[in-house]
């Protein structure tokens, strides 16, 4: 899981120590995400009413279809952005005694503030600012309104997400139409996740309509299902004022169905979550998106072709997502590649930790990059080929890569380039030191994070090797995982005693070690709303493990 020694300058790694193959029948393995159900294609074109009839024929329980599509949905809202307005946000004069003179002062304050004001409120509570005085009646038209589906709920959707198979929310459905129609724009921000839109489907088309006539800036756009492949309308492909767009659920319309002339010049942010679309009309919204920053894809239903040319995008985010080949063609301004379980072009199945064929040309300014699974995201190696120049040259602007490594399994370790096919049989410090001398370890690595941490023999070669070899490095974290020790200091003294007592060649590097406090960790840990938050300079130091008990090694 080393990367070519020649390549990674100013390296600072991050290790997700992935749990070997359930070999024990008393533990039950943690349930699939999305990516690992059966073909794509049945889910496509079918309704409810026959998925429902398959299920059956099959002598299966027809509630698993809803508790599926519900786990769909999750994985789906997962990667939604919040709403800028809450309708639980705390009210920072709750209390307060009133003014003793009487007088309304903050209806005294100029128009644009109170504009300003309404635009922080939910729609419902935005409305209802008509009633307080005169003053207020005409501010709420020409003030940008946040309309959230949501929270039009009667419990304001503080109890998350409908379920599916219950009745659509005729009500909000009705309430989003009136709200759309009365105010006469623009929009700060609509998000739209209640409705099943197949049964709404004229109402959704007003809904579109409406939206690019009054001007929307922030729109997510779900389709509740089934359908699973309902056509988006093509005229919000001429949505001019979009800076943020997260569309769930769809499938998107082909290039000739799109509005002459349609483009997103001012869309900075683009998520497309679970759709239908090829590749003719992904490559048409990033050369429409002149200033994209952030792509995210997470599970498209169906397999395209990503070929990256954009001048603006800075990350990109890949999730549980059937890509037939990916290709960062020309990308001056990337800074940052997530993927994760990335499926295997031609299986006709979404499964986890397939190769995928990956290329990055254009892309001088990467700087992170991960997880990258050996065996399935190679560096430079038959499925998987990373490329910027020649294997010798392999995207040396990397600063901060992230791998996911099955300790346990020898065979998936050894698909490193540098590592021997007749290295010996345990991954053990040999085997690592018969990689050769790893210039990257040796003159570049400052920091190591290495998350869930087993226990393993192969762990602590490798940890070890890292030590023995990094003159400059200045940090090494390891979180133990909580499901492998039973906390006893000595027992952890005992496992660690080879990386504790090693000469390491870095006098100065600091070792923290500490308890892990999750409980749930079943793949490489990521926090994809952080991925384009620059902010954080490392998206993969989670930080959760600040908080957690602090490990005494002697």
């Known amino acids: 899981g080393i990367p070519d020694p020649n390549v990674w300058p100013n390296f600072s790694a991050h290790h997700h120590s992935a749990p070997p193959p359930n070999r024990n029948p008393r533990r039950r393995p943690s349930p699939p995400p999305p990516a690992a159900m059966d073909e794509q294609q049945v889910l496509l074109g079918i309704s409810r009413s026959d ?19 519900n786990m769909l949905l999750h994985f789906a809202y997962e990667y939604l952005p919040d709403p800028p307005v809450s309708p639980t946000a705390p009210l920072s004069l709750a209390g307060a005694s009133w003014v003793p003179d009487g007088v309304d002062r903050i209806s005294r304050l100029p128009d644009v503030v109170l504009r300003d004001i309404i635009s922080r409120l939910p729609a419902k509570d935005a409305a209802r600012t008509t009633a307080l005085a005169s003053r207020w009646r005409p501010l709420w038209r020409s003030a940008p309104l946040a309309l959230v589906d949501n929270h039009l709920l009667p419990d304001g959707g503080a109890s998350g997400p409908l379920i599916i198979g219950a009745p659509s929310p005729r009500a ?28 709404h489907r004229g109402e959704m088309a007003r809904w579109i309509d409406t939206l690019v ?7 997510v756009f779900v389709n509740r299902p089934w359908p699973m492949d309902l056509r988006l309308p093509a ?4 949505c001019a004022s979009l800076t943020r767009l997260y569309l769930g659920v769809w499938t998107l319309p082909g290039t000739a169905a799109v509005p002459r002339g349609a483009s997103f010049p001012n869309l900075r942010e683009l998520g497309l979550c679970m759709t239908v679309m090829e590749d003719r009309a992904l490559a048409f919204l990033l050369e429409k998106s002149p200033v994209l920053e952030f792509l995210l894809i997470m599970w498209s239903q169906t397999g395209v072709r990503l070929r990256l040319v954009s001048h ?11 890509l037939e080949d990916i290709e960062v063609v020309d990308a001056p301004r ?13 299986t006709g199945k979404f499964t986890i930790n397939s190769p995928s064929r990956i290329k990055i040309g254009g892309a001088p300014n990467l700087r992170v990059l991960g997880y990258i699974q050996p065996g399935q995201t190679e560096l430079g190696i038959s499925n998987t080929v990373i490329v910027a120049g020649s294997k010798e040259n392999i995207v040396p602007s990397v600063q901060i890569l992230a791998i996911e490594l099955h300790f346990g399994v020898r065979d998936a370790v050894k698909k490193s380039p540098r590592i021997s096919e007749k290295s010996t049989g345990k991954v053990n410090l040999k085997f690592w030191q018969e990689g050769g001398p790893m210039k990257c370890v040796v ?12 226990g393993s023999r192969s762990e602590v070669a490798f940890l070890k090797f890292i030590a023995e070899r990094g003159r400059v490095l200045e940090q090494m974290v390891v979180v133990v995982s909580s499901k492998c020790f039973s906390w006893v200091d000595d027992d952890v003294n005992v496992k660690l005693k080879p990386l504790t007592g090693a000469k390491w060649s870095s006098k100065a590097c600091k070792l923290h070690i500490f308890k892990s406090p999750r409980t749930d960790v079943a793949g490489p840990l990521c926090r994809h709303n952080i991925a384009c938050d620059f902010g954080w300079a490392d998206p993969f130091d989670l930080r959760y493990y600040y908080k957690a008990e602090r490990m005494s090694v002697s």
Request: aromatic share 10%.
């Open 51 to 69: 998925m429902l009839a398959r299920i059956e024929r099959c002598g299966r329980d027809p509630a698993m279809l809803d508790l599926g599509s």
């Open 172 to 199: 909000v459905t009705a309430a989003v139409s009136s709200a759309l129609a009365a105010h006469p724009g623009p929009f700060r921000c609509v998000h739209l996740t209640c409705s099943t839109m197949d049964e």
């Open 213 to 219: 006539a009054k001007g929307v800036k922030d729109l």
């Open 235 to 238: 005229t919000l492909f001429s």
């Open 312 to 322: 603006s995008l800075r990350c990109l985010q890949l999730g549980y997502t059937h």
């Open 334 to 346: 990337l800074e940052r590649f997530f993927l994760r379980n990335v499926s295997l072009p031609g």
């Open 443 to 454: 003159q570049s690595m400052k920091k190591v994070f290495f998350y869930e941490f087993q």
